[in-house]
């Protein structure tokens, strides 16, 4: 594993918005589908982000109190989904009941036809929401952006996601140690973020430009 790297857009140590209970949430850099409205613009280049070692990556999620897995974002998760593995087995060795949640572009069907690094990963997840963000389409759903998004339950972790209440789980704002705002979430309605930034500038806050996840 020494050697293995992932890039990364951002990174937070809890998140209550995106998946199960309290969960740490990596979004990685890069995704190559454009969705039209998607509202983490600043994560599809693959160019950028920081670059980290899994090892690095491992010994961050393992030394976190109180989550019960990570939610990995984007970006396009399965545009490195051989780093993410070896994270996740990584993590596992240390913390056996670790869950893993991920957001794909790609509808699940797409990926189990996708390559043997694609099907390792989704073979290591717990819960997968798939498919790619439709502007046009229903909004406010549990963890996902439009109504063509599906909660793929990939273990028995996670198979009552599909019996609970299916409405929005909000947006989470986080005050940086540098006294920077930030928020994570899956948006509840189109155009969130511009309303936010724009009535956050209206009382003299900037937001950093940070990933949230429409996918
Ligand atoms: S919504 Fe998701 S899949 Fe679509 S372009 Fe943005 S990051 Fe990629």
């Given at each position: ?36 409205g998607c509202v983490a613009a600043e ?59 991920a957001y794909s572009g790609f509808r ?106 429409e996918s």
């Open positions: 594993m020494a050697g293995v790297t992932l890039s990364v857009a951002r990174r937070l140590d809890r998140c209550t918005v995106l998946g199960p209970g309290a969960r740490a949430v990596i979004w990685v850099q890069g995704c190559p589908l454009r969705c039209r994560t599809l280049p693959f160019e950028g982000g920081t670059v980290h070692t899994v090892d690095e990556l491992a010994d961050w999620l393992s030394g976190l109190p109180d989550i019960e897995g990570v939610t990995l974002s984007g970006g396009e998760p399965f545009g490195q989904a051989e780093a993410l593995s070896a994270l996740l087995d990584h993590v596992r060795t240390r913390r056996p009941e670790f869950t893993a949640m699940y069907e797409v990926l189990l036809r996708g390559g043997p690094e694609r099907l390792a990963l989704l073979r290591r997840l717990d819960l997968l929401v798939d498919g790619p963000y439709v502007s046009s389409a229903r909004h406010g759903l549990r963890w996902r952006g439009s109504s063509n998004q599906r909660l793929v339950a990939l273990t028995e972790r996670y198979a009552q996601v599909g019996t609970e209440p299916d409405t929005s789980a909000g947006v989470e704002m986080t005050v940086e140690a540098d006294g920077s705002l930030s928020w994570a979430g899956v948006p509840p309605t189109p155009g969130f973020r511009a309303g936010l930034e724009e009535r956050l500038a209206a009382r003299g806050f900037v937001l950093r430009a940070e990933a949230g996840r």
